[in-house]
């Protein structure tokens, strides 16, 4: 008989309050040990890595990578004993378990499992009956018999690919309450709702708003059992499914009661890329400077540095010619790496460059930099781009590289688009997008010739970066790019 | 490296370089000679042992078992050295990275954790180990230090014509303390008063993440110039040099000679605390420097390069290694949640009416927390 413990979110810094799980080291059936390698998560702080606590099998992950965990939720379950022997509930580190897992009626609890109870979680209606922690469990944890049928009823499905049914141990963040209809009756909000301190707790816990229950104890005081029940008739489904489909396409969210939209709350990288962007948008007057270029003489450099023997060991392709000559191009116009100091009333001249090249990783669009790239042989730039592009495509960005940047490159171009018009990345004046390299007829030396052109997109924060300034900056760069012995002049 | 600033390596007592060769030092030659190969294994199983334990540790913490982590990490051969020097009645104050020192003080390791799992304020009989309990305020300790060892001054410890009975203090700050005035206060103290008390002082390069270099101008342990104290600096990654001048600060201190200050020049390998992220404020070229400077691989390669490592000992002392690391895990999940009304237990060594007014108040305010109804 095997033996079952949880793992739960710890709090990997100082009073933090949740993380999300960048990557699992780990899949279910996998035998651990004590200490090895089991996630990586994100906090507020830092990206961490926390070590199994325990030796056995995974029997379940929890939580998917990209969700935003709440400390103390449960993550992940082992078999710590999966030759043994021991009866149910007998080995003491078992009931040690308990009050982690999902309390099965939650409202039979003592206070001492006041933690379980609190923490259910609507989603725990959804657990299969077939569930073995379930199984192992109820008998120690519950003081009363359990409603049994009702898991059977309720576990209706809407299993998440590759991750089994979830046991309600992924916290979502309560919802707002326009994202689904009220719960229980119309409350009166004149009145004060009447609940003791754990009631609350739990109802803030939950995501129940205490004006919308019905009370039910003595002189209209909301109970335990009244916070349960309002939570559990809004028991959400989760799905993402077009009708006749059986695959989801959501990883998550939930399914509105009507059944025609997912409702998937922002968080993580999404989050932040949307606040970054209504910052600089609505704070930053944005003007853009296009150029188209034959650039032609880069594609030439490109091939013949790939062929050299010192250049070897890196990628080389039009990207880091473009990135060389938007350098050359600051050092020529340094007034374009600034920011915009709106508290003190300043501007920022940088006597540095930390180049952002906006990349589309796992976690989302992220813009790692290279530092002092300022300072870079082309060998080294293109190495540190390589660096760059690696980290991110396998979500191994750290916090570091993302801090700290001054200028910023998009390259659209691979997406086989034009041109854009960037946002620049906050506290950044200006963001160059690179766009295709396509083969077109260009009027070269007073022919009509085909010829390698590219369009490019200069955005700048025009309360510190004229238009003048923009446009010189862009025809540096365009300059470079299409005759880039250009760049022997001007280093 | 500026010759003058707090980095430079001017005036570093080094008798164990980085590559594990031994380096002849005529002055502190006589702090070291008595060592066997013996005492050398042992000093090299103290620091594995506490490294053993500080990996658990940190382990712990990232499963959410302790609130709070402090690594040692790369400090080892600082806390061993200086701790292998100190004897009775020599009594420590340490701050609150000090486990290498705990451990040559007899404390049972665990016991540190019952901090930072949130149960106790300290689990050790201060008086049964010389070692007085963790302070997390920095330096605040220091004056409690110096009081200490004007006391001992007091009572006949020091200079009491039997060398072998003479004692003396021994207080364990970082760099950042030196900063504070409570620290600078008890130099003072100390050094106008000559009392019988050792700074040891633990540069491991960060304040958190402020570096030396924004708290100094010079070497910190010319701190104690403007004071009149006697100072030191040593590498702190050599074990042995770090033995050798608590050897002699200690003596100086117990013959009634006045207060010393050692700068033991080391690097955190780890974190600040498990709270932080080091990659922010240093690089890896950083810490990739001093990870050649490792203190535990330093007389590794000595007692390696002159036959006394054998495998034999090597595998008993992991071994050992291990299981401590395996009682600290368990020790910590077998401890009980104290009940909240202890907090109010030690505040006063006798009864105190205030605390006894608060104590009654917080217990009918916890009770207000139970739900009969809903626990039924």
């Known amino acids: ?491 | 490296m500026d010759r003058h600033g707090p980095l430079s390596d001017d005036g570093l007592v080094t008798l164990l370089d980085r590559h594990g060769e031994r380096l002849a030092d005529p002055d502190w030659e006589p702090y070291v000679e008595h060592l066997t190969a013996e005492d050398l294994r042992g000093f090299w199983r103290d620091m594995t042992m506490t490294r053993a334990f500080d990996m658990e540790a940190t382990s712990l913490q990232r499963q959410g078992e302790l609130g709070l982590w402090v690594p040692a990490l790369g400090q080892e051969a600082a806390q061993i050295g200086s701790g292998r020097a100190i004897r009775e009645p020599d009594y420590v104050f340490p701050s609150y990275r000090e486990h290498g020192v705990a451990f040559t003080r007899g404390v049972d390791l665990p016991q540190i954790l019952t901090l930072f799992r949130g149960l106790e304020h300290g689990s050790w009989d201060p008086a049964a180990h010389s070692f007085h309990l963790y302070t997390l305020v920095i330096g605040a300790h220091s004056l409690h230090a110096t009081g200490y060892a004007m006391a001992m001054d007091r009572d006949g410890l020091v200079a009491s014509g039997n060398p072998d009975a003479d004692g003396a203090v021994v207080c364990y700050y970082g760099d950042g303390a030196t900063s504070q005035g409570d620290v600078n206060e008890a130099h003072i103290f100390a050094a106008v008063n000559d009392a019988p008390i050792v700074f040891f002082v633990q540069n491991n390069q960060f304040a958190i993440s402020e570096p030396t270099t924004r708290q100094a101008k010079v070497p910190l342990a010319r701190r104690a110039d403007g004071v009149g104290i006697p100072s030191v600096r040593v590498d702190g990654n050599d074990v042995l040099a770090s033995y050798a001048v608590t050897q002699w600060a200690l003596k100086h201190a117990r013959s009634g000679a006045g207060p010393v200050l050692i700068e033991a020049f080391t690097y955190r390998m780890g974190a600040h605390t498990t709270s932080d992220d080091p990659t922010r404020y240093r690089t890896r070229a950083d810490e990739e420097h001093w990870a050649q400077r490792d203190p535990i691989a330093r007389l590794e390669a000595y007692l390696l390069k002159h036959g006394e490592l054998s495998d034999e000992f090597r595998a008993e002392v992991e071994a050992e290694a291990k299981a401590l690391g395996k009682r600290t895990r368990e020790a910590v999940k077998s401890w009980e949640r104290p009940p909240l009304l202890t907090m109010f237990d030690h505040v006063y060594a006798e009864p105190h009416q205030q605390v006894e007014a608060e104590r009654a108040w917080f217990d009918r305010y916890q009770r207000s927390f139970t739900d009969e109804g809903a626990h039924a």
């Open chain 1, 1 to 491: 008989m095997p033996t079952f413990e949880t793992f739960r979110m710890p709090d990997a810094g100082e009073g933090l309050t949740e993380a999300d799980i960048v990557t699992w080291h780990v899949a279910v059936g996998d035998t651990v040990e004590v200490n090895q390698p089991l996630l990586e998560v994100e906090t507020a702080k830092s990206l961490v890595e926390l070590p199994c606590p325990f030796d056995g099998v995974v029997t379940e992950l929890l939580a998917q990578v990209g969700d935003t965990v709440e400390v103390g939720a449960d993550i992940a379950r082992f078999d710590v004993d999966p030759a043994g022997e021991a009866a149910p509930g007998a080995d003491p580190t078992a009931t040690d378990a308990a009050p982690a897992a999902p309390a099965p009626d939650s409202a039979n609890h003592s206070g001492a499992d006041a933690r379980a109870s609190s923490v259910a979680e609507p989603a725990t209606a959804g657990v299969s009956s077939a569930d073995p922690v379930r199984a192992v469990e109820e008998p120690a944890g519950a003081q009363a018999p359990a409603p049994a049928q009702a898991p059977a009823d309720e576990g209706s499905g809407s299993v998440l690919v590759g991750y089994g049914v979830k046991a309600g141990a992924a916290h979502r963040r309560p919802r707002k309450s326009d994202a689904l209809e009220p719960i229980g009756g119309e409350g009166d909000s004149d009145y004060p709702v009447l609940a003791k301190p754990p009631v609350r707790k739990l109802a803030k816990e939950l995501g129940v708003d205490l004006t919308t229950v019905t009370p039910s104890g003595p002189g209209g005081l909301v109970t335990r059992e009244d916070v349960e029940s309002a939570s559990k008739a809004h028991s959400p489904r989760e799905l993402a499914l077009y009708p006749g489909d059986d695959q989801p396409w959501l990883a998550q969210g939930t399914m509105t009661r009507d059944g025609r939209a997912t409702r998937v709350p922002v968080k993580s990288v999404r989050k932040r890329t949307a606040e970054a962007m209504v910052s600089s948008a609505f704070t930053a007057p944005h003007v853009t400077v296009f150029l188209t270029v034959d650039v032609t003489e880069t594609m030439n450099l490109v091939a013949r540095l790939k062929a050299d023997r010192e250049f070897a060991d890196v990628r080389v392709t039009p990207l880091l010619i473009v990135a060389k000559a938007l350098l050359l191009a600051v050092r020529r116009h340094p007034e374009v790496n600034a920011s915009w100091d709106e508290e003190r009333q300043e501007i920022v001249y940088k006597h540095y460059v930390n180049l952002g090249i906006a990349a589309s990783t796992p976690r989302g669009l992220m813009v790692p930099n290279i530092k002092d790239a300022h300072r870079m042989p082309l060998h080294d730039l293109a190495e540190r781009l390589q660096d760059l592009t690696v980290a991110a495509r396998e979500g191994r960005t750290t916090p570091a590289a993302l801090q700290d940047g001054t200028i910023t490159i998009t390259n659209v171009g691979p997406l086989g688009i034009d041109t854009g018009t960037p946002i620049l990345n906050p506290g950044e004046s200006a963001i160059l997008a690179f766009g295709a390299i396509r083969q077109q007829p260009w009027v070269h030396e007073g022919e009509i010739q085909v010829r390698w052109v590219t369009q490019l997109a200069l955005s700048m924060d025009h309360r510190l970066v004229d238009g003048e300034l923009g446009a010189r900056v862009l025809a540096d760069v365009g300059r470079v790019m299409n005759d880039p012995a250009q760049g022997l002049v001007w280093a």
